[in-house]
């Protein structure tokens, strides 16, 4: 019984329930584009400076991990300015700016753009 709590005790520590995320160079390139236009169109839309820094720092990570030449990233923040200008509306008031970036995020636009600069 001893042994049975012990291994038990050991299973709830806090090592064991630590998380291992991914490394971002572990994703697929398409992914990595992805992310960054999520993550930098975050930062752009954040009014908060804490956030902004980290959205941006963390678009850098997986602009660091990318294939792509840089004029895709140049492209990309046009194209998250226009996603960020879009008229948006729903069932309350808001600017749903995080929708705007989910759906460019995952639109035909920010895969032809990926498509254009793959090599």
């Known amino acids: 019984?001893?042994?049975?709590l012990m291994l038990f005790a050991l299973t709830l520590?806090?090592?064991a329930l630590a998380i291992s995320p991914p490394a971002p160079d572990s994703f697929r390139?398409?992914?990595?584009f992805s992310n960054w236009l999520l993550n930098?169109?975050?930062g752009k839309a954040a009014t908060d400076k804490a956030f902004t820094d980290d959205a941006f720092k963390s678009a850098s990570?997986?602009?660091e991990v990318s294939h792509l030449p840089v004029e895709a990233f140049s492209e990309g923040d046009n194209l998250i300015n226009a996603y960020?200008?879009?008229?948006?509306?729903g069932s309350v008031t808001g600017n749903f700016?995080?929708?705007k970036c989910t759906l460019l995020?995952?639109?035909?636009?920010?895969?032809?753009l990926y498509n254009k600069y793959k090599k």
């Open 1 to 4: 019984m001893k042994k049975f």
């Open 13 to 15: 520590s806090p090592a």
């Open 29 to 32: 390139q398409p992914q990595i």
């Open 40 to 42: 930098r169109c975050a």
């Open 61 to 63: 990570a997986w602009l």
């Open 84 to 89: 960020l200008k879009m008229n948006l509306t």
């Open 97 to 99: 700016n995080m929708m």
């Open 105 to 112: 995020s995952q639109s035909q636009d920010a895969e032809a």
